[in-house]
């Protein structure tokens, strides 16, 4: 039994197009794998907490050398860790704000990433460790970047997974979405074309 775990980071929640686009290709997943469990993480009205020195300091301490908030920010990041090992299929919507990724994305990346248990470093340098995974983005932006200097997204968000281990990473753009009604339209359909084609 396969599970899935969906990623929403939209701002404007079930409302925002990316979330959109991450609930049609898991509504279409499920019906192709109905057996699969899904678990959903909205950052929007869930945000995970901004990293500071003292949540840092606080991963990298013995339990009982942590204070009260160390102890409660360890066991978020171990939660959300648990969240990601035990999916087999993360799906991510991923907005661009001012050119950039969500912070409560940034933020959710901050605390996934610990080394010693999502990555550990060699002298080869480091190795991810969440290995045998998928993740499938689904980007919506306002204008139309891919493949150009402004795409700030695709390398950072591939290059960080495969940092931790998942190195099988699919992207569904659907760009354009603030250029008129026929640009986003055709947008929101080729990224339904894609979506149909990656569920087979």
């Known amino acids: 039994m396969a599970q899935l775990l ?3 980071s939209s701002l404007f929640g079930e409302h925002g197009q990316s979330t959109q686009l991450s609930q049609k290709f898991v509504e279409r997943f499920l019906t192709v794998n109905p057996d699969t469990q899904l678990k959903v993480r909205d950052l929007a009205n869930q ?3 901004h990293l500071d020195a003292e949540i840092v300091m606080g991963f990298g301490v013995a339990e009982d ?3 009260s908030r160390q102890v409660e920010m360890t066991a978020l990041s171990d939660q959300l860790i648990e969240e990601v090992e035990s999916s087999d299929i993360l799906v991510i919507g991923l907005p661009m704000y001012n050119f950039s990724l969500p ?3 940034k933020s ?3 605390f ?5 248990v999502t990555f550990k470093y060699t002298e080869q340098g480091p190795i991810g460790l969440l290995e045998g995974k998928k993740a499938y983005i689904m980007a919506a932006r306002g204008g139309q970047y891919s493949g150009t200097e402004y795409d700030t997204q695709t390398a950072l968000v ?3 997974l495969g940092f931790i281990g998942i190195q099988d990473v699919e992207f569904v753009y659907a760009e354009g979405l603030n250029m008129g009604d026929d640009i986003k339209g055709q947008a929101i359909n080729d990224a339904q074309e ?4 990656l569920v087979a």
């Open 108 to 110: 959710w990346f901050d």
């Open 6 to 8: 969906q990623i929403n």
């Open 65 to 67: 050398q942590k204070n």
């Open 112 to 116: 996934i990433a610990r080394a010693g």
């Open 194 to 197: 894609a979506i149909d084609s």
């Open 158 to 160: 591939r290059h960080f």
């Open 47 to 49: 945000p995970v907490p």
């Open 103 to 105: 912070s409560t994305l």
